[in-house]
């Protein structure tokens, strides 16, 4: 790991209208010396993956409030497997119910993040388990 | 070597994870990207290469687009570089210029690219050029720079462009004037942009009136043109424009000429990094051995004369 800048992209699937928890965590990374490439609300998996692929991030952090996770979060990582991107680290976060992050995780979303984890534990989180 | 040679003719058949990765490694000065650019440098040159600069909130994501859009509608490769400020105390940057652009994202036409400034000035980040030059390769036919939201200063944006857009908005008030008159010398496109507020027509009537002040130039006058970017009014002719002016550019010789200045100024910035990390060295080395900033600060000797002996140990003029 050199110390090259961390490219992070933020992303909201699905059509929920809330990106305040996805805009927090965007300064904290921000804050902690980070790009993060933000790209509002409502994107497709397709259109998810086209970003990070094209900003050639390291990691793609997706937040969800709309239930949907169980199937974009899975769309996004098949997608990213299809392009062949292995070297991405994929978190989510939002309102996920304890009994669907087994699930997500067998599906390539490393880690969940819930309402009321701190911005600290997401950072460490990011900087010891980069892929590249 | 072998493999070097693969990743030119990836970037060249428009593979676009390398082209990205590539940019990566220009963005982090990561030894890779100077081999690669340099055999890349001979397969660029094609692109028209188009700057987008204004006010901070301007528009200009929108617009950019919005122009993507319509240069796609014509058929034409489109490559975005979009540059936001990092953050002077953290290094850290919030890029959200995609925010305007989701609807190209999948669209196989156009790679788009975000940059943060990484602490330089001026209005682009530092490796703007190289990544310029990667969607060069790539096979952009149009490529659109949009600088961050800027002041009069901030005009480095001449320096990559073969054409320049300066994007105003109505309702900014006087204290826009300054900016408006920095602007205006590096401006071959004026655009009066969110047409549909009100003092748009003042406006028009304004940077008229600024033209008509500005000295002689070369090239065309440059055409004043509203543009409703949020629903793409004006764009169609603002397209128009940006060929007119490539076409009239061409044959008066004006695009050459303003491509070789800025090779030149390339080389130029190239050296002077060069330069400016030697010269960092030579004091530093100067101050572990000889406590230079101890005999400066003791009055023992003159800044004057430090410069120009460690100048001359530099092989310095
Ligand atoms: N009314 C009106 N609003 C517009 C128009 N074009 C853009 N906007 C709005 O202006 C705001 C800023 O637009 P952006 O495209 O992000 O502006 P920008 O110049 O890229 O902003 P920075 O990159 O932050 O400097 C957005 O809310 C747009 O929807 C227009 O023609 N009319
Ligand atoms: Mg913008």
């Not at chain 2, 940019?23 to 990561?30: G, L, P, Q, R, T």
């Not at chain 2, 908005?169 to 401006?187: F, Y």
């Not at chain 2, 530093?284 to 406590?291: G, I």
């Amino acid at each position: 790991m050199s110390d090259r800048t961390i490219r992070v992209l933020i992303a909201k699937p699905g059509l929920d209208g809330h990106d305040r928890g996805a805009k927090v965590i965007a300064r904290a990374l921000r804050d902690a010396g980070m790009e993060v490439i933000y790209t509002g609300l409502r994107q497709t998996p397709e259109q998810i993956v086209a970003a990070a692929v094209q900003e050639d991030v390291d990691v793609l952090g997706m937040s969800i409030l709309s239930g949907a996770h169980n199937t974009l979060f899975p769309k996004v990582t098949a997608l990213l497997k299809e392009q062949g991107v292995d070297d991405v680290l994929v978190f989510g976060g939002g309102v996920i119910p304890d009994e669907d992050i087994p699930f997500l995780k067998g599906h390539g979303i490393e880690a969940i993040f819930t309402p009321g984890t701190s911005t600290e534990d997401v950072i460490a989180y990011i900087q010891n388990n980069l892929k590249r | 070597m072998r493999e070097l040679g693969l990743t030119i003719d990836k970037i060249i058949a428009g593979d676009v994870r390398t082209a990205s990765r590539v940019i990566s490694f220009a963005e982090n000065e990561d030894a890779r990207a100077a081999h690669i650019l340099k055999a890349l440098f001979a397969h660029t040159g094609r692109a028209k290469v188009i700057g987008i600069t204004g006010a901070p909130g301007s528009g200009k994501s929108t617009l950019t687009d919005k122009l993507a859009k319509e240069m796609r509608r014509r058929d034409k490769k489109v490559g975005i570089v979009a540059v936001d400020p990092t953050s002077p105390f953290t290094g850290g940057a919030i890029l959200g210029d995609r925010i305007r652009m989701s609807s190209l994202a999948t669209d196989p036409g156009v790679f788009i690219r975000s940059m943060g400034t990484r602490g330089q000035l001026g209005g682009l980040a530092k490796n703007t050029m190289s990544a310029v030059r990667i969607l060069d390769a790539f096979g952009c036919d149009y490529i659109f720079i949009e600088t961050v939201g800027v002041g009069q200063s901030e005009v480095d944006i001449i320096k990559l462009a073969d054409l320049v857009l300066i994007v105003n908005v109505p309702g900014l008030g006087d204290d826009i004037q300054a900016i408006k008159a920095g602007l205006m010398e590096i401006g071959d496109i004026m655009v009066v942009n969110k047409a549909d507020k009100e003092g748009a027509d003042r406006l028009v009537i304004e940077l008229e009136t600024m033209l008509d002040f500005r000295g002689e130039q070369e090239g065309l006058r440059p055409p004043v043109l509203r543009t409703i970017a949020q629903d793409g009014e004006g764009v169609p002719t603002l397209c128009d424009q940006i060929d007119i002016h490539f076409e009239h550019n061409q044959k008066i010789g004006l695009l050459e000429k303003r491509r070789r200045r800025n090779l030149r100024l390339e080389v130029e910035n190239l050296l002077l990094d060069r330069f400016t990390r030697r010269m960092r060295q030579v004091i530093t080395a100067a101050d572990e051995m000889d406590n230079l900033t101890e005999s400066l600060y003791n009055r023992e000797t003159d800044p004057y004369t430090v410069a120009e002996t460690l100048g001359e140990s530099m092989k310095l003029p």
